[in-house]
């Protein structure tokens, strides 16, 4: 309610008195703070404060967007005399522009000192926030005291400031006498109307936000507290599984996305910063909106599950989260909510009540982060809300995340005005080296809570024995989420290999679970259990009927006449309700406008796919289920006779025949995505159910696939990863796959094995990081693409950055020089042991790593023996200047010096090396990555360097340089290089360990000239 409240003629005499002290602090002590600094401030009258500081104070621009929210920024870009400026703006301002002051963070400004300029201004600005928070009506007394304390005040700080900056008396005495002229009046005189209205609205909203920014955030964190508790797979044993979101959560791979991306990868602490970087699609004062895809399953809930429980802690590891005022958390499943105002009370009820003012008016002055979960699950209701937050966010300091699937982000991207711009990321999944790791937590916390008496460490054990097909499906959190309950369960994992053998063994072990609950249950003990059985598959039918209509409909949530419905159908299957709807359903709770409501809906979006597509498969695999399934959506009610009409012999129908019923007349293309993912599942269990699947199924699935989305060659490969294939199949989706350009990386080595029979190449790249010996395929790949005529790069990077003398790549190259093979073999890297190697003649650059003396002695031998281009070397500490110095440099081209994990002690072993490599030409880069170097180890090692007249020649081109990875390289260490940088003649590149090693900087030249990649 409004806190001053008058009769019908007015306001009365007291609360007139108070809007008299709130006019004297908001005017008189305003104008005091202005006047000070303009004093203490060197920019001209024309020059806004924005530019001073950007450009004379050189403030770094993410500094200057921490510090003034966006209304502050408006002003300081806009208003050159300030004079728009309020205490708190003004204070601020004084404190990074003005000259001869405190720094904005030191104590001075809070430690009592009434003879300092700094703790006088804070305590002006306290008293402006405590008038302002504490609306109540005053006597003439009451009125009078505060205004004269008011002037002591003032005063005080015009004369403080007056010293400080040198300020004549005369110029002094004026500026006093003219505020107390003003506070005399202010006390004195009557108050216009105008001024009553214009600070009764100030006082009202100044009111409100200080009810909203003290109160709401400790509401938000009390409604939050159930969210950072997470039960993915609350469908396998209840709810009682609850663990804590960062008690299991692990690191996920999350790079940048859209047309003009480079890829990279964005760590979790820089999230909600990335659309700061420079390398952004949109200029800064655009970028507001932040969305990030990923498959069902990849993580994309807990992620934000995890941004609100860091934000509940207050924690330091998200960057940027401490500086949000408040979060707003929008689930676009729930169709209870339709307008900010309403979303807003609903989290904050409390807190809206206490302020008669629009909600959202007020808080749009605040830093607010919109975290908006499952854009592809928008219904219409959650589709005003999201346009509204859209809206609200093209004029105010505010960011939204959103998470979506893929397939809808062409709708989204039409939904946003141009003014927001969109940073786009993908989440792929949680990390190889991480995946162990999420595995082990989550098995600990089941061990925790009785859920499992298995091993942790077996179960690690077995992931990472997994051939490297697997260790790409476990990317998925969900995979190894339901893996885990598999092992606690003691089921056989050994023979799943992709998402839909995981789903239906999971689907199996819910079913086993329901048949031993009916066993027991009083109303179906009686029933014999082979009845029990085809009961519950009669039930399981219905399910599946039911997910492939709401798919259609876009329905999220079931609906009261789709639940009544499969109640009614367990009901006469003499069944449980309760039983065999909790069995394959959820139950989770959401906000309304009336409380919070319970709403059922599948587990999980992808086995929800997954039932739809045993629909599907039944329906193709008999004629008669078929038509009675056709039946059942034309009239829109099951069919009685469905488990009779499912004996009759298996015929096989068609897909298409079956989706123009579903989707009521032609089958859409844009209508085909939502089932690209329920696609996977068919194939899936088309070719793990029955191995004769027919030619033109295996045409028509390809077709589907193409008509549902999928485009690109990750798509296709991500499908082979996920789907068992028939080799037909492969056939149809390798004129989709490959053009005369391939690049094989580790994870995808099984699916372009299957695919490489049905090619037509010209250039292939094979790149690989993990260790060769681990990856059984590599040989088969190996050889197969030896039989192509085409141009080879192999880039065996395991053994070039952690060479064993003992464990070489000749194996790995021999089996693309064979007598038989097609290719020409033009780029190698790895750790070749220098033995003579067939048919090298036609290498044109080699890196190698040197392992010692001997090693080196070897390479001297091949190199001599061959016509081959040196490119690169990384040299371990067991390699002696003398013995390298021996390799001829007349093979060398442009070379790359590698020196991984060196500390001070070695910087004179470094250099000597370096020496000992030196050609005329010099080095086109010599790199340190994942070093111990200090500050002083940089600079002794840079000198040294110099000394031995060491050249750095391709500091100038991408790639170039020296680089070292340290972590004593602070920035400010790197300016302390730059003297002995002048005399190197070379520019420092301080990068991660991955960049050092990245490919595409050491063998750019290689590669544009053997094999231009995408």
Not at 383 to 391: D, P, T, V
Not at 910 to 939: D, V, Y
Request: charged share 30%; with cysteine; glycine share 4%.
């Amino acid at each position: 309610m409004n806190m001053l409240t008058g009769a019908s003629g007015g306001f009365c005499e007291e609360n007139l008195n108070f809007l008299r002290v709130f006019k004297a602090v908001a005017s008189e002590g305003c104008a005091a703070m202005l006047q000070v600094f303009k004093w203490g401030c060197k920019k001209s009258k024309s020059k806004t404060l924005e530019d001073y500081l950007l450009m004379v104070k050189k403030m770094p621009e993410k500094l200057l967007k921490k510090l003034f929210n966006k209304t502050s920024r408006d002003k300081i870009r806009t208003d050159p005399e300030c004079d728009s400026f309020d205490i708190s703006l003004l204070l601020l301002a004084i404190k990074v522009a003005c000259d001869g002051v405190a720094h904005k963070d030191s104590d001075e400004w809070h430690t009592e000192d009434k003879e300092k300029l700094e703790y006088n201004l804070t305590l002006l600005k306290n008293k402006r926030n405590e008038v302002a928070h504490n609306v109540r009506p005053l006597k003439k007394d009451e009125m009078k005291k505060n205004i004269e304390e008011l002037r002591c005040l003032i005063v005080q700080i015009i004369n403080l400031a007056s010293t400080r900056f040198g300020i004549s008396c005369t110029e002094k005495d004026k500026i006093i006498s003219e505020l107390n002229d003003s506070l005399n009046r202010t006390r004195d005189q009557h108050l216009l109307e105008a001024e009553i209205v214009e600070y009764r609205k100030k006082i009202d909203i100044e009111h409100a936000l200080y009810i909203i920014k003290s109160k709401g955030p400790e509401e938000l964190r009390e409604k939050y507290k159930c969210l950072t508790v997470i039960n993915p797979v609350s469908f396998i044993d209840g709810y009682d599984m609850r663990v804590e979101v960062d008690a299991i959560y692990s690191k996920i791979k999350i790079i940048k996305s859209g047309r003009h991306s480079t890829g990279d990868v964005i760590e979790i602490d820089d999230l909600l910063l990335v659309n700061d970087s420079d390398a952004c699609e949109f200029p800064q004062s655009k970028r507001k909106m932040i969305v990030i895809d990923g498959c069902s399953g990849a993580g994309k809930t807990t992620l934000t599950k995890l941004l609100v429980s860091e934000w509940l802690k207050s924690s330091l590891v998200i960057k940027g989260l401490l500086d949000i005022d408040l979060i707003f958390l929008m689930e676009c499943r729930n169709a209870g909510i339709e307008k900010l105002s309403e979303l807003i009370e609903i989290l904050m009820p409390n807190t809206s009540a206490m302020t008669e003012n629009n909600i959202v008016k007020c808080v749009h002055n605040l830093r607010l982060l919109f975290i908006v979960d499952g854009l592809d699950e928008l219904n219409k209701a959650s589709q005003k809300l999201f346009s509204e937050i859209l809206e609200i966010s093209r004029t105010g300091d505010h960011t939204v995340f959103c998470t979506s699937r893929p397939q809808k982000l062409k709708d989204l991207f039409k939904m946003v005005p141009e003014e927001l711009g969109v940073e786009h990321l993908q989440i792929t999944g949680i990390p190889m080296e991480q995946r162990s790791d999420f595995a082990r937590k989550y098995h600990d916390q089941m061990i925790l809570l009785g859920k499992s008496k298995q091993s942790s460490e077996e179960l690690v054990e077995f992931l990472e024995k997994s051939p490297a097909k697997l260790k790409e499906f476990y990317r998925f959190p969900i995979n190894l989420v339901l893996l885990t309950y598999l092992w606690a369960e003691k089921a056989d994992v050994k023979n799943i290999k992709t998402t839909t053998e995981l789903y239906h063994q999971i689907h199996d072990m819910l079913i086993q679970k329901l048949l031993q609950r009916l066993k027991h249950l009083d109303s179906t003990r009686h029933i014999p259990v082979t009845e029990l059985e085809t009961k519950v598959q009669e039930f399981l039918f219905e399910i599946f009927r039911q997910a492939l209509l709401t798919l259609k409909d876009d329905e999220v949530i079931l609906n009261p006449k789709t639940l009544e419905k499969l109640r009614t159908f367990a009901s006469d299957l003499a069944l449980s309700a309760r039983e065999v709807l909790s069995a394959f359903l959820v139950v989770k709770v959401v906000w309304t406008r009336s409380g919070s409501e319970e709403q059922i809906s599948f587990p999980h979006k992808d086995m929800h796919d997954f039932f739809a597509a045993n629909c599907l498969y039944h329906a193709i695999s008999d004629n008669e289920y078929c038509k009675t399934l056709m039946e059942s959506y034309l009239d829109s009610s099951p069919s009685k006779s469905w488990w009779e009409k499912l004996r009759a012999p298996k015929q096989s129908g068609v897909i298409h025949d079956v989706l123009k019923v579903v989707l009521q007349g032609s089958v859409d293309l844009n209508k085909l995505a939502k089932f690209q993912n329920v696609f996977k599942h068919l194939a899936g269990l088309l070719y793990a159910k029955d191995d004769s699947v027919k030619d033109e199924e295996c045409e028509e699935l390809v077709k589907l696939f193409c008509e549902s989305g999928i485009s690109d060659r990750d798509q296709w490969l991500d499908l082979l990863g996920t789907v068992k294939w028939n080799k037909r199949t492969a056939r149809y989706i390798a004129t989709n796959i490959f053009d005369d350009k391939l690049l094989v990386k580790d994870a995808r080595i099984p699916e372009y094995l299957s695919l490489l029979p049905y090619a037509n190449l010209k250039k292939v790249m094979i790149e690989i990081m993990s260790d060769p010996d681990d990856l059984p395929d590599l040989m088969k790949l190996l050889t197969e693409v030896a039989q192509h005529n085409c141009i080879v790069s192999l880039y065996l990077m395991h053994h070039y950055r952690n060479p064993e003398k003992e464990k070489t790549s000749d194996k790995f190259l021999n089996c693309l020089l064979d007598d038989d093979a097609q290719c020409d073999v033009r780029v190698v890297v790895g750790n070749l042991s220098g033995s003579p190697i067939p048919k090298l003649d036609g290498f044109s650059h080699v890196s190698t790593a040197v392992c010692d003396n001997s090693h080196a002695q070897a390479l001297r031998n091949l190199f001599l023996s061959k016509c081959v281009r040196v490119k690169g070397f990384h040299v371990q500490p067991d390699v002696m200047p003398a013995a390298v110095c021996s390799i001829p440099c007349d093979y060398f081209d442009e070379v790359f010096l590698f020196f991984s994990h060196i500390t001070d002690e070695q910087v004179e072993w470094a250099s000597n090396i370096a020496k000992a490599l030196t050609c005329s030409s010099g080095f086109q880069s010599i790199r340190f990555p994942a070093s111990e170097l200090s500050l002083n180890g940089c600079i002794d090692l840079i000198n040294k360097m110099v000394e031995r007249k060491v050249k750095i020649t391709g500091s100038g081109i991408l790639g170039g340089g020296l680089w070292i990875d340290s972590p004593h390289l602070s920035k400010e260490n790197r300016k302390k290089l730059d003297p002995a940088l002048s005399t190197l003649k070379c520019r420092l590149r301080r990068k991660t360990i991955t960049t050092n090693w990245e490919r595409n900087d050491i063998w750019t030249g290689v590669v544009s000239n053997t094999l231009s990649m995408h």
